[in-house]
């Protein structure tokens, strides 16, 4: 069973902050790692994407991913309230099956 | 930017009934997925769709459920005899070639069962 932990949270940051957030998966052969962003009520949205060790950079967000420590985090830097959402992180195995594992989200709260 | 497009946005039917929920994937995309979203709990894979035939599908996706591609646009997920755990959000999502590629979602389908 592949699994891909996520603290339920709520993570609380002050605006302008960095909030950090952290996924942890059991599948070592995991190849692919999405962070999607969810508004209650609403579906989820991609924020980035991340297939190799090391930092990725877009905007506010980076994704880092060491894969022998089988983790991948979300760093928002200037955090906003319109950034107050549940994020998802997703995982894809190799070979075989395309579909994705999803964790249950980390609800982050940004507040004024 | 293109996007996956589902309809209705919400959907109230009695208990015993049928629903179909419809999706139009983005349009050079060719893996199909149909999700559901149980309030206040994870996203929950339904099934894959590629090349006109069911590609994967979870334990969830029983008799009760079908998936149809009846045109080059159109991807559809048929409920029978609906069943009050059965609402939930249904969410379509299209990946343009798939392997590491991400998905992209719809707006989804609230679906209530009275």
């Known amino acids: 069973q592949k699994e891909v932990e996520q603290n339920s949270g709520p993570l609380s940051v002050p605006e302008g902050a960095i909030a950090s957030l952290n996924c942890t998966y059991s599948?070592?052969?995991?190849?692919?790692f999405f962070w999607y962003r969810q508004y209650s009520g609403k579906s989820p949205e991609l924020i980035m994407f991340?297939?190799?060790?090391g930092d990725k950079e877009d905007g506010r967000f980076t994704a880092q991913l060491n894969k022998a420590s089988q983790y991948v985090s979300l760093l928002i830097r200037d955090s906003q309230p319109s950034d107050s959402a549940t994020y998802l992180c997703a995982v894809k195995a190799s070979g075989g099956s395309y579909i994705p594992t999803f964790g249950r989200g980390t609800s982050l709260i940004v507040h004024p | 930017e293109p996007e996956v497009t589902q309809t209705p946005s919400h959907q109230v039917t009695q208990m015993g009934q049928e629903v179909i929920l419809r999706c139009v994937p983005i349009s050079n995309h060719l893996y199909f997925y149909w999700y559901r979203q149980i309030l206040g709990q994870k996203v929950e894979f339904l099934v894959s769709?590629?090349?006109?035939?069911?590609?994967?599908k979870s334990e969830i996706f029983d008799d009760q459920f079908s998936v149809e591609r009846p045109d080059g646009s159109n991807f559809t997920l048929k409920i029978r005899s609906t069943k009050l755990e059965d609402s939930a959000m249904y969410f379509c999502?299209?990946?343009?070639?798939?392997?590491?590629?991400?998905?992209?979602f719809g707006d989804g389908t609230r679906l209530s069962i009275l």
């Open positions: 999502a299209s990946e343009r070639t798939g392997g590491n590629q991400p998905q992209h």
């Open positions: 599948d070592r052969g995991s190849q692919s």
């Open positions: 769709f590629y090349n006109n035939e069911i590609s994967e």
């Open positions: 991340i297939y190799s060790n």
